[in-house]
């Protein structure tokens, strides 16, 4: 039996057998995820609707800085959070540091610019069309943005798939903010990353296999919810 194939079975075998840490792994890793991809939603979302439908001065800045905040690079969005959660930091006091909860920040600094720049391109298609409708409708800038969640819902389940995606497959910034420690900030990516360069093949193979079933599962139930919205 090759080396591969040896490694897959083990890892099918790690699967079947879902011990207690390899349990916790999976369920951190969800949990940081779904909700830095959620957060990055709630705010991010009504955001990029504004940016669609409002017209200030420095609009054009902001849409540019957005867009290029969608190639920060994960270590640079770790450092920044490490410095603002670090005992010297303006947010020391608190705590975060090497938490689950530094983790969610930084997964949402990352994840948030994807949600704003795929909410704000199709809203500003659809204001195009329907801002003079709006305006002898006299609808206000809330009721505004409520009218493109409510045409484009499509592109709201873009962002939070696409959102959830650089979440959960997220190591550089995580590792920085949340120290890789055992059973408290260990997840999925990371601890591929880990078993990897120690050579536990089975172990990182396994996780990968998970890491990919829970990606489709989400995407599923996401599919899934939207459209029965949708048909109501």
Do not use: C
């Not at 949600?115 to 195009?128: G, M, T």
């Not at 962002?159 to 497959?169: Q, V």
């Amino acid at each position: 039996m090759s080396d591969f194939t040896q490694a897959v079975v083990s890892a099918f075998a790690l699967i079947a057998r879902l011990d207690p840490e390899l349990s916790g792994i999976v369920a951190l890793s969800l949990r940081v995820s779904l909700t830095a991809s959620l957060i990055a939603l709630v705010i991010g979302a009504p955001f990029g609707a504004f940016l669609a439908v409002r017209r200030f001065r420095g609009r054009q800045a902001v849409i540019v800085v957005t867009n290029a905040f969608l190639g920060l690079p994960p270590v640079v969005a770790g450092l920044g959070v490490f410095l603002l959660l670090s005992r010297s930091g303006p947010l020391g006091s608190a705590g975060l540091l090497f938490t689950p909860t530094a983790m969610i920040i930084a997964q949402s600094v990352l994840a948030m610019p994807i949600v704003v720049a795929l909410v704000h391109r199709p809203a500003s298609l659809l204001w195009a069309e329907y801002s003079d409708l709006a305006r002898i409708d006299g609808l206000s800038t809330l009721r505004s943005i409520g009218l493109m969640f409510s045409l484009g819902h499509g592109s709201i389940l873009t962002a939070f798939l696409a959102a959830f995606g650089r979440a959960i497959a997220e190591v550089g910034a995580i590792i920085i903010v949340g120290g890789n420690i055992a059973g408290f900030t260990r997840t999925m990516t990371t601890a591929i990353a880990l078993e990897t360069s120690k050579g536990d093949l089975a172990l990182a193979l396994g996780l990968g296999l998970i890491l990919l079933t829970l990606s489709i599962l989400v995407s599923t139930v996401a599919l899934v919810f939207v459209g029965r919205v949708a048909g109501k």
